[in-house]
């Protein structure tokens, strides 16, 4: 049985800085699409960073450059940095991962159907 299971996130003041992570069990993140996803109340799901099996990495421009996904192998371990907090950051953030194979902009698309997702984790900021 595949799980990803989130940790991290929590209430974080604006301009501040917070790690989440997405760790798998029965499956093996390798070079296969995975990314992280964020729905705010009221608002649609929105696609934030993804890897692809080629090393590649997308963002959504409004993360760019506070943002940063990276994987470990070694923990099977997804990771999101998020830097230089902002009121718009607040929502429910989700990983995400399929067997897919592809650039991390196909994997962009790819994976709003994605076979696994984890269990969400929320992100509130503070003024």
């Known amino acids: 049985q595949v799980q990803l299971v989130q940790s991290g996130g929590g209430s974080v003041e604006a301009g501040g800085s917070v790690r989440l992570s997405c760790t798998a069990s029965?499956?093996?993140?390798?070079?296969?699409?995975m990314g992280w996803f964020r729905q705010a109340p009221g608002k649609e799901r929105e696609g934030v960073a993804f890897i692809g099996n080629d090393g590649s990495i997308t963002y959504t421009d409004s993360v760019k450059g506070r943002f940063t996904i990276s994987l470990d192998n070694a923990k099977d371990t997804l990771h999101l940095q998020i830097n230089s907090l902002v009121p718009e950051d607040a929502a429910m953030y989700y990983c995400a991962a399929d067997p897919a194979l592809g650039s991390s902009d196909y994997c962009s698309v790819r994976l709003n159907s994605a076979s696994y997702w984890g269990q969400g984790t929320q992100i509130t900021v503070s003024s």
């Open positions: 029965g499956y093996t993140f390798g070079r296969r699409c």
